[in-house]
C-alpha cells in the first residue's frame, strides 16, 4: 500500500504555466470590415485534476458601408429578325444582293429595258414584275466569275440568275449563255432614305433646286437637296450619299468620279449624262426611272429604280468587288432596323443614370447563344461608358436561323434561356454582394434554342458559368424549358423585366411567344405591369422608351442599410489536443457541443447574436457586443507531450490548433477564421517525499 501510495505521489504533477500565447485572428467581411476574435488562457498552478479555463472572445473595427448598390444588365436582342424594318417582318438590306433591280409592279408596259448588241451583267437581276429584256445579246453571270474583258479574258464566266415576282421572263434568244431563271420571286422593297438622311446630324442640307458646277465639286459629308440637283463639274469627290427630293441629273463632260458615287432620289429620275464612260457606284430611284444613254458605258455597282432605260450601243453592269459601296445606303437602312432602334433603348436607358453614382450597368447580346458585351460598369465612369456604348453599336444580327429542308419554315435562333444565364452569372460575380440587382431581357420572338453542356445522346442543359463549348439545340419546348430552368436560379436573388419587340406582334406564331414568355417570366419571378402581363409589349419606338421608363420606376433608388445588419449564421468549433479534457463549454447560457473522437475532445455549435449596429452620429457599422465563449477543460495525461528532466522537473509544452469561426454575414458573404496554433508551456514537479 505505502509503494502504491509513493508511486501515486510520483505521478501527481505541480503544473506551472511557463508561457500563454494569447492570439488574435482578423477575418474580412466584404464591405462590412474586420471581425477580431481574441483567445485568452487562465494561467494556473495546481494538480493534473485541477481545471483551466480558456475564454473566446469576439470584437469588430468601425467600418463605413455607405448605402447599398443597383445593378442591371440588359439583355439585348442580335437574332436575324433584329434586321427587319420596325414596323414590319422585312428585311430591307436584300437589295444590297442584286446588281439590277426593277421596283414597278405594272407588267402592261416595258420596265427593264436594254437596247444594244451586247451587254454583260455581272450579278443577279430581279423584277417586281415580269422581265422581258430586248437586245441582241445580254450575257448575265454570277458574281462569282473570274473574267475580265481588260484583265483577264481566260477568266471562267458562271451562269447568272434573273429573277422575277412575275410569271414571265423574257431573255434575248441570241445570248450565247443560259441563265438560271426564277418566277414567283418575293417582291423587294426600298426605304425611302430622305428623312433618314435629314436627319443624319453629319448631313449638309439644301433647301429648294440646287446646282454644282464649275471644275470640279467635293462632297465631304452626305448631302440632301429638297428639291432637284443637278451636278455639272467635271470632277467629282464624294463621300457619303447624296440625296434628292426630285430629280437628280449628272450631266457632265470628261467627268472623272473620285470613289464610289452614292446617289438617291425620293420621288424623281436620275440621269447619267452620255459622256460618262465609267460610274463608279450606286444609284437608286426606287418611285423613279434610271436613264443612261453613254456610247459604251461600264458601270462598277449597282442600279436599282422603279424603271431601267440602257440606251446603249455595248453596257455593262458588273457589281464584283462593290459591296462596300452599299455601306452609306446601308447605314441609312439600319436606322429603320429593330436592332437600330433597340440599342439607341438600351444607351438612353444607361444614359438615364449618368449622375448616379450608386448603379452599374452590364450588357450581354444573344442569339442562338448569349455572350458577353460589357461587365458592370458604374455609370459615372464616362470612359468606360463610352467604351460600353461603342460595343452596343457594333453589334449586328446573326444569320443563324431555323429552317427545314424544304425551306418551309424559317426563323431567327432565339436563346432567352441563355441570355438570362450570362445575366445572371454576371450579376453572382459581381464584388457588391449588398446591390440590389435586375435582369432585362428583350426578345423579339419566340425562343427556339437552348444551351447544352455535353456532347451525349441526351444532351443536357448547361447551367453554369462561362461559354458553351457546343452550339445551341433547336427546339421551342426545350428552349422554355432551359429559359425556366435558369428562371430558377433568378428566382428570389434577382428581380427579372421582360421586353417584346414589334417581332411578338407581328408574328404568325404570337400566341405561342407570349404564351411561352409568360411561363419564362413567371419562373423568374417576374412582376404584373399594366393589365396583368409579366412582360412589356412593344410596337412602336415610343414604347420601348416607354418600357424602359416603366422599369425604371420598378427599381428603387439606392437605399441606406438598415440599421442594425443580424449576419446570417456564426459556428464555432475548435479541437483539442490529446491529454486535454474538455469538462464544459458554454455561449450565452447555452451549452455547446462536446464530442470525443478517439483521444481527442471537440467543441462546436451556432452562435447567435452577432450583428452590425449603425452609429447614430457617427454613420460607422460595428459588431455589437456578443458573449464569450468559455470551455473548461484539464490535463488529464502527459500524452504526446515529450519533455526533459533536469532536478526533478519535467519541461514539457502542449501545442493547441486554433479554433475555428464560420459565418454567412448579412450580405451574404461566407468567411472563415483560423486561429493559429498556440503552445502552453509546462513544468512537472516529482513528489520526492
Not at 418575293?186 to 436627319?199: P, Q, S, T
Not at 436563346?415 to 440587382?437: F, Q
Not at 424602359?548 to 446570417?568: D, M
Amino acid at each position: 500500500m505505502r509503494g502504491f501510495i509513493r508511486y501515486r505521489k510520483l505521478i501527481s504533477l505541480l503544473v506551472a504555466v511557463l508561457f500563454i500565447i494569447s492570439t488574435q485572428v482578423s477575418i474580412v467581411l466584404a464591405a462590412s470590415g474586420n471581425i477580431l476574435m481574441d483567445y485568452t488562457f487562465d494561467a494556473y498552478n495546481a494538480n493534473l485534476l485541477d481545471t483551466g479555463t480558456a475564454t473566446y472572445s469576439m470584437y469588430g473595427n468601425p467600418v463605413n458601408l455607405g448605402t447599398s448598390g443597383r445593378e442591371i444588365v440588359v439583355a439585348v436582342d442580335t437574332t436575324y429578325s433584329m434586321k427587319y424594318d420596325f414596323d414590319e417582318n422585312y428585311d430591307y438590306t436584300t437589295f444590297a444582293d442584286y446588281a439590277i433591280i426593277t421596283l414597278s409592279e405594272d407588267t402592261s408596259k416595258e420596265v427593264f429595258s436594254i437596247s444594244g448588241s451586247e451587254s454583260k451583267v455581272f450579278g443577279k437581276i430581279h423584277s417586281n414584275s415580269d422581265i422581258d429584256v430586248f437586245g441582241y445579246n445580254v450575257g448575265l453571270y454570277d458574281k462569282s466569275s473570274t473574267y475580265s474583258e481588260t484583265t483577264n479574258p481566260t477568266g471562267t464566266l458562271i451562269n447568272g440568275t434573273a429573277e422575277a415576282s412575275g410569271s414571265t421572263i423574257q431573255w434575248p434568244v441570241s445570248t450565247t449563255n443560259p441563265i438560271n431563271k426564277v418566277t414567283g420571286a418575293a417582291k423587294i422593297k426600298i426605304l425611302n432614305f430622305c428623312e433618314a438622311v435629314k436627319a443624319d446630324p453629319n448631313t449638309v442640307t439644301y433647301s429648294g433646286n440646287k446646282v454644282f458646277d464649275g471644275a470640279s465639286v467635293t462632297f465631304n459629308a452626305p448631302i440632301y437637296v429638297d428639291g432637284n440637283l443637278t451636278i455639272a463639274t467635271s470632277n467629282i469627290t464624294s463621300n457619303g450619299v447624296i440625296a434628292a427630293k426630285g430629280d437628280i441629273t449628272l450631266n457632265t463632260t470628261n467627268c472623272l468620279i473620285n470613289g464610289p458615287l452614292c446617289l438617291y432620289s425620293g420621288t424623281g429620275n436620275i440621269s447619267l449624262s452620255a459622256d460618262i464612260a465609267t460610274f463608279n457606284g450606286i444609284v437608286i430611284a426606287p418611285n423613279g426611272k434610271v436613264n443612261f444613254s453613254a456610247s459604251q458605258p461600264i458601270i462598277h455597282g449597282r442600279v436599282i429604280a422603279k424603271e431601267i432605260g440602257f440606251y446603249m450601243y455595248k453596257l455593262t453592269v458588273d457589281s464584283r468587288g462593290t459591296d462596300s459601296y452599299l455601306l452609306p445606303f446601308l447605314k441609312y437602312v439600319e436606322y429603320e432596323t429593330r436592332l437600330y432602334k433597340e440599342k439607341t433603348a438600351v444607351k438612353s436607358f444607361i444614359d438615364s443614370f449618368s449622375s448616379d453614382d450608386r448603379t452599374k450597368v452590364g450588357v450581354v447580346s444573344y442569339a442562338e447563344k448569349a455572350k458577353i458585351v460589357s461587365g458592370l460598369t458604374s455609370t459615372l465612369d464616362t470612359t468606360n461608358v463610352s467604351i460600353m456604348k461603342a460595343n452596343i453599336d457594333a453589334l449586328s444580327p446573326s444569320n443563324a436561323i431555323v429552317s427545314n429542308v424544304d425551306g418551309s419554315y424559317k426563323s431567327s435562333r432565339r436563346n432567352i434561356g441563355d441570355a438570362m444565364r450570362r445575366a445572371y452569372y454576371m450579376l453572382k460575380n459581381s464584388t457588391d454582394a449588398g446591390a440590389s440587382k435586375y435582369i432585362i431581357v428583350l426578345t423579339d420572338e419566340i425562343s427556339n434554342s437552348w444551351t447544352w453542356d455535353s456532347i451525349t445522346s441526351n444532351p443536357v442543359y448547361k447551367v453554369s458559368d462561362g461559354d458553351s463549348p457546343h452550339e445551341a439545340w433547336d427546339d421551342i419546348s426545350g428552349a422554355e424549358g432551359y429559359a425556366k430552368n435558369i428562371g430558377d436560379y433568378i428566382l428570389g436573388k434577382y428581380k427579372p423585366f421582360f421586353i417584346t419587340l414589334p417581332g411578338v406582334t407581328l408574328s404568325s406564331n404570337k400566341t405561342s411567344a407570349q404564351s411561352q414568355l409568360t411561363n419564362i417570366a413567371s419562373a423568374a419571378g417576374a412582376s404584373s405591369i399594366a393589365g396583368g402581363s409579366l412582360f412589356y409589349s412593344t410596337s412602336t419606338e415610343t414604347d420601348v422608351a416607354s418600357a424602359f421608363n416603366g422599369i425604371k420606376a420598378c427599381i428603387p433608388e439606392a437605399l441606406e442599410y438598415p440599421n442594425e445588419l443580424p449576419f446570417q449564421s456564426v459556428s464555432f468549433s475548435q479541437v483539442f489536443p490529446q491529454g486535454v479534457k474538455v469538462l464544459s463549454a458554454q455561449y450565452s447560457g447555452s451549452n455547446l457541443a462536446i464530442s470525443k473522437t478517439g483521444e481527442q475532445y471537440s467543441v462546436s455549435g451556432n452562435l447567435g447574436g452577432f450583428k452590425l449596429v449603425k452609429n447614430s452620429t457617427t454613420g460607422l457599422y460595428q459588431l455589437s457586443t456578443v458573449p464569450n465563449i468559455i470551455v473548461k477543460f484539464r490535463y488529464t495525461s502527459l500524452s504526446g507531450s515529450g519533455g526533459v528532466w533536469t532536478n526533478g522537473v519535467l519541461n514539457s509544452s502542449i501545442t493547441f490548433q486554433g479554433g475555428k469561426l464560420n459565418y454567412i454575414d448579412y450580405l451574404g458573404n461566407t468567411g472563415l477564421a483560423i486561429a493559429p496554433d498556440y503552445t502552453i508551456g509546462l513544468k512537472f514537479f516529482a513528489d520526492i517525499n
